[in-house]
């Protein structure tokens, strides 16, 4: 999977007349007209771009503190640049990764994979070609350590010995992306404490 992101993680705080005790979670989802082979324009707020966004804000929301920062508002931009299917899990592994390296807090970091299950075979993290090609597709996102499941979605009926088969086969991914994020951000710790003595 080919998925560039640009993305922003924005914190601010709200009016005091919300009288918020949470933090409010918003999150706008894009795609570049660019990112794919179809160069259809595609109008700001239509129907899968507000799906998305939705589908990011509420797996997020599962993960993050949000009644450590009441009267805040964080805002989650995303912007695919290039895209070669399988958006959705990489929009919400990199911001995974930007709100852990933000400092927000967080009960665990949440990782996200898709499989699917095309010609009798299961795979792990479709691409566009796989994806496309009818076979059903099972988007999964997990809070790696609690072992929580906080998204998934299929687009297809499967039999439930064969999802039991793909949806473990996408929490394993779940998980090696955890182990990666971690890693990621362990090293990242360290470059930082070097750099300030």
Known sequence: MLCLL???IQIQNRSQQQNGKEALVRCEYRMAEFSTGDRRRKPKGDR??????LVIRQTMEASILTHLMPHSQIDIFVQVLQADGGTRSACINAATLALADAGIPMRDIVTSCSAGYLCSTPLLDLNYI???AGGADVTVGILAKMDKVTLLQMDAKLPMDTFETVMDLATEGCKAIATYIREVLLENTKQLECQRG
């Not at 899968?48 to 966004?53: A, D, G, V």
């Open 6 to 8: 640009v993305l922003l």
């Open 130 to 132: 796989e994806d496309s």
């Open 48 to 53: 899968r771009s507000t799906e998305i966004s």
